[in-house]
């Protein structure tokens, strides 16, 4: 499975600041995704970053509060803009496996906004 | 009713025992079943896929009941180390987008 490195790995932000995670693969991917995990929660998948366009968000989510990048095939970011104390999660990078029908996690990014 | 279910638990067996967990799926169409493990406070890894045919991992046995839409999952000889959260996780479609999540079953094997 492809190597997925995430920064940062952790922080503690003020409310109403916003933060950009990175997400680095050793190799070239066509699907990277971004999921949230809330404390105590399962996962949600916020976006699938597309390289050249635009990402496509899940329901629930907007460019606005979530915006994402996904210059070529091995970086993307997610920015977590305005952020209030709702935010505080792990957010975790993924991409696809070789199949496409499961997917491999980065290390996260554990995020505390007070 | 939840895409995936499953009981979170905890389960707290002593170390030697053997373990079971269910997760039922609510998409009789769904076409991909897995079984992911997360310890506290890291990221989910793929502990293994589920066949219908059931399929077996060293201590890990995974089976798929499609007529009454759930997979299980059996640990045998249960070490500390398998201390962690399972995640239950079916893809309905075939793509890597469509994943669901269940919320985890936690798992303490204690000494």
């Known amino acids: 499975s492809a190597v997925i490195s995430q920064k940062p790995s952790r922080d503690i932000c003020q409310r109403g600041t916003s933060l950009t995670i990175q997400c680095q693969v050793d190799?070239?991917?066509?699907?990277m995704f971004w999921y949230r995990q809330q404390p105590g929660q399962s996962l949600t998948l916020i976006a699938t970053a597309n390289q050249g366009s635009e990402a496509t968000y899940e329901s629930g989510f907007v460019i606005d509060k979530f915006p994402i990048s996904r210059p070529n095939l091995t970086f993307s970011t997610l920015t977590v803009s305005n952020m209030s104390p709702e935010d505080s999660s792990i957010y975790l990078c993924?991409?696809?496996?070789?199949?496409?029908?499961?997917?491999?996690f980065g290390e996260g990014s554990w995020l505390t906004v007070v | 009713r939840k895409e995936v279910e499953q009981d979170p638990g905890p389960f707290n067996v002593p170390e030697g025992a053997t373990v079971a967990f269910n997760c039922t799926y609510s998409n009789s169409a769904s076409q991909s079943f897995f079984w992911y493990r997360q310890d506290c406070r890291k990221e989910p890894k793929l502990l293994m896929s589920v066949y219908s045919s059931g399929n077996e991992d060293g201590r890990f046995t995974a089976q798929l009941n499609r007529a009454s839409q759930y997979i299980s999952l059996l640990i045998r000889d249960s070490k500390l180390s398998d201390s962690a959260t399972y995640l239950c996780v079916v893809n309905p479609t075939g793509s890597a987008r469509q994943l669901t999540f269940g919320s985890g079953t936690q798992l303490t094997v204690l000494p």
């Open positions: 993924s991409v696809a496996s070789a199949g496409g029908n499961t997917i491999y």
């Open positions: 190799s070239q991917v066509t699907m």
